[in-house]
């Protein structure tokens, strides 16, 4: 928040910053609700609102909403080609990639984008619509107070959150996705739980709680089962989170770590937002780790976490 403060109005900075916080908050978010901390929870979650709203604000340019569906088996390319055009005139503010059931060969992508004209040369088919917000005349200092308020009443709620064993953090998390969700769901622990206590668990707390949350919201249908298995392969610490739901579809497994995708048409306290597996690899590779996943649709998913030991 100091940071914020001094950016004043240099966007480009000031989105950096806000980025940061909004992934911050809302792995603070997943604890708050695995530890039973229910109005820290909802307070985060009105906090990231705000900071959502927020971060796609552009200073001193015009805004425009620039939409397109790609087609999954080449969405990348697709996608880093229109990026790539899109930033020689202007700036990419934010993606929002999602998927239509209804369309399920299809990805489509809202791009905020930030510049003094409309986009040209674009690659059909694409609309384009410029924005009539506060965020194309106000400057980000004007916006901060609306921020500083948010803040206000999020740090009102904030308390100590015990740390405790993270994997009773887990189950209490998907335990209480469970719940919110009006499903049933057996959780299992396997393996040498032991073999956490020498990785760093302020930094693996917050991936495990993302996996395990959306075994349950995205992979459980309406009863199922989630296993946590902990096991040492030379001199690495595997954390497998499975469940027997839903599966992914093989042309989405690549695209599920990519930030703000997410399959969700909405946004709730549990997900929605395209931010919980990003934060997870991202978090995992800064330890020196990797991700990987695999899933059978209509038989569940399997999530990797490999993670070297740290030397003593």
Not at 14 to 36: D, E, I, M, P, Y
Not at 123 to 150: G, H, K, M, Y
Not at 162 to 182: F, I, K, M, N
Request: aromatic share 4%; with cysteine; net charge negative.
């Amino acid at each position: 928040m100091e940071q914020l403060r001094a950016a004043g109005d240099n966007g480009p900075q000031a989105r950096q910053l806000l980025n940061a916080l909004f992934r911050n908050v809302h792995n603070l978010k997943a604890t708050a609700s695995a530890n039973g901390l229910t109005s820290l929870a909802t307070a985060a979650h009105e906090f990231e609102d705000v900071l959502h709203s927020l971060r796609k604000q552009a200073v001193g340019s015009r805004l425009f909403l620039v939409q397109t569906d790609l087609d999954v088996n080449d969405f990348d390319r697709q996608f880093q080609s229109l990026k790539e055009i899109l930033n020689k005139t202007g700036e990419v503010i934010s993606t929002e990639p999602s998927v239509d059931n209804r369309q399920p060969s299809k990805v489509n992508f809202k791009i905020l984008y930030a510049a003094n004209q409309a986009p040209v040369g674009l690659p059909d088919p694409i609309t384009i619509e410029e924005l009539s917000t506060p965020a194309a005349t106000n400057t980000f200092e004007q916006q901060l107070p609306v921020l500083e308020r948010a803040f206000e009443k999020f740090a009102a709620e904030l308390k100590t959150i015990p740390v405790g064993d993270v994997l009773a953090q887990a189950v209490r998390a998907g335990e209480a996705a469970a719940g919110a969700t009006g499903k049933e769901v057996e959780f299992e622990i396997k393996g040498d739980a032991t073999l956490l206590n020498q990785l760093p668990n302020a930094y693996i707390t917050a991936p495990l709680l993302h996996l395990v949350r959306n075994a349950v919201d995205h992979g459980i249908e309406t009863r199922g089962k989630v296993t946590i298995e902990i096991c040492k392969r030379d001199e690495l610490i595997t954390i497998t989170v499975t469940d027997n739901g839903r599966g992914i579809a093989p042309s989405l497994i690549e695209k599920i770590f990519q930030p703000g995708f997410s399959t969700k048409d909405h946004v709730s306290n549990i997900s929605g937002r395209g931010v919980g597996l990003d934060v997870v690899k991202t978090t995992i590779e800064e330890l020196g780790g990797t991700v990987t996943v695999c899933s059978i649709p209509g038989e569940g998913s399997s999530f990797e976490l490999t993670l070297p030991i740290p030397s003593a």
